[in-house]
């Protein structure tokens, strides 16, 4: 029995959760899988009616309790400083030690792929973007708020420990996945100590891996190789900050933010699956989210929990949904977030 925590959070979060969990249902019924689903309302509804984000030992509980969480999104405009989202996702990926997100960039159609003389099949590597340390460990001050004189700081955090484990568990899926090369991407000729460190380290883990081929890149190079020679990229490792901007030049390339997968692992068993796209309030409640990137995002979750028959049965049916143009707008499709669904939960 796997059990599955499901916070489907603001937005177009919901929408698109429920279309992940009809797809779910539909896999799970085909495979016989024996899944739980405790479903969990923090978010912007809740945490404005009582304050609540996260409550105390939630994470523990959940720790203990489930096998994994899928994630819907998490962001609202009545709330500009996204407090709940921070102390909600952060706290997972944090309290958890959600060190590695995971961000597979594949296209899965040539009419997707939107740069010119690549194909589909040119677009296909995977993002590990180390997501504990960094810049967004919200260390730093202001000083002197608001007036001339101020002084705001943002340390780079960046440990042996956590830069060494994230490059490792790049190596280690590139063995386990036949892929011949991983790409680290840093700016250590600008930002000299912290990435002068990512570079060390990169160079020692790389010698446990004789068989792969290990290449440095600046990060405003690998920007560059994306769009020139994504067919060259395997797996890509790289810090929080590059790690959350190349990937969303990933997303593009795979068509959009409605179409990127995420999963989030770590040491413990429970790991966190979301799409990489956010809440988009303009399109909330219209019915028109593209409802793939959660579904993909469940394919993860599955593979993790040891099905990865379903999460192939789930894969293939987001293909057939392409080919037959059963899509929402984003790309290129007329069909609401429901009737995506829908097709890729018959067709699984
Ligand atoms: N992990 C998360 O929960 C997460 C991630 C990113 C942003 N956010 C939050 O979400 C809110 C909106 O942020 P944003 O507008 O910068 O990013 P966004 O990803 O919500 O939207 C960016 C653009 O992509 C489109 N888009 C996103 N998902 C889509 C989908 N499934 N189908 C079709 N189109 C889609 C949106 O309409 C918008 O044009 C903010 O509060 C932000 O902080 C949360």
């Known amino acids: 029995m796997a059990r599955i925590a499901v916070i489907p959070g603001d937005g177009i ?8 969990l009809s797809v779910l249902a539909a896999v ?30 939630e994470v523990e509980r959940l720790r203990c309790e489930a096998d994994a969480i899928l994630l819907g999104a998490l962001g609202d405009p009545r709330i500009p400083d996204m407090r709940h989202g921070r102390e909600i996702l952060l706290a997972l990926r944090f309290e958890l030690d959600l060190f590695i997100n995971l961000r597979p960039v594949r296209c899965l ?8 003389h690549k194909r589909a ?33 943002n340390e780079e955090i960046n440990t042996r420990k956590g830069v060494e484990r994230i490059i490792r568990a790049a190596f280690d899926y590139a063995k386990v996945h036949h892929r011949a090369r991983v ?36 990060v405003d190079a690998l920007s560059v190789a994306m769009l020139e020679r994504p067919e ?5 490792v790289t810090n929080n900050l590059f790690g959350d901007i190349v990937t969303d030049l990933g997303a593009a390339l795979q068509g959009g933010m409605g179409m990127a997968a995420s999963a989030n692992l770590g040491p413990a068993g429970v790991a966190l699956f979301e799409p990489v796209h956010g809440s988009a309030p303009a399109l909330a409640g219209k019915g028109e989210a593209n409802p793939i990137a959660t579904i993909l995002s469940v394919a993860l979750l599955l593979a993790h929990l040891g099905h990865k028959e379903a999460a192939a049965d789930v894969e293939a049916a987001v ?30």
């Open 121 to 153: 099949r040119d677009v296909d590597f995977v993002v590990f973007r180390e997501n504990t340390e960094g810049l967004y460990a919200d260390v730093g001050g202001i000083f002197k708020k608001g007036t001339a004189d101020e002084v705001a700081i």
């Open 28 to 57: 799970a019924a085909k495979r016989g899988l024996s899944i739980e689903l405790e479903r969990l309302d923090y978010g912007a509804n809740r945490y404005l009616k009582d304050g609540t984000t996260l409550p105390a030992g």
């Open 13 to 20: 979060g919901v929408e698109v959760v429920d279309a992940g």
């Open 109 to 116: 159609a040539d009419r997707l792929c939107p740069l010119k």
């Open 232 to 236: 060259a990229l395997q797996v890509i």
């Open 183 to 218: 790409t680290m991407a840093d700016k250590s000729n600008a930002v000299r100590f912290g990435h002068d460190l990512w570079r060390r380290v990169f160079a020692e883990v790389a010698r446990d891996f004789p068989g792969i081929d290990a290449e440095h890149l600046y």
């Open 319 to 348: 293909e057939r949904a392409i080919e037959a143009n059963r899509l929402t707008r984003d790309v290129g499709g007329s069909c609401a977030t429901r009737e995506v669904a829908d097709f890729i939960a018959s067709a699984v």
